[in-house]
């Protein structure tokens, strides 16, 4: 697994964006899905990544506690 730093560098904002869904191919492939793509056609269903600028950009919350 890699760290938060890591996948920041090369996923972009969709690492910890709320809108965001990590999928694993039976492959073992791993893809960001844009859930804003479902009803906002200005959203990639699966945007290149890194992501760098996005204006549905929403940034999970911090919970306070460590994981």
Partial sequence: MKKPD????T???C???VHSA???SDR?????????SLTDS???KYPRLPVLSCP???QIPDLGYET
């Avoid at 890591?6 to 560098?9: E, F, M, P, T």
């Avoid at 073992?28 to 804003?36: N, Q």
């Fill in 11 to 13: 996923v972009g904002l």
């Fill in 28 to 36: 073992g492939s791993i893809f960001y899905r844009c859930e804003l």
């Fill in 6 to 9: 890591d996948l920041r560098l």
């Fill in 22 to 24: 990590k999928i694993t």
């Fill in 15 to 17: 690492a910890d964006c």
């Fill in 42 to 44: 200005r959203f990639v």
């Fill in 56 to 58: 549905g950009y929403l």
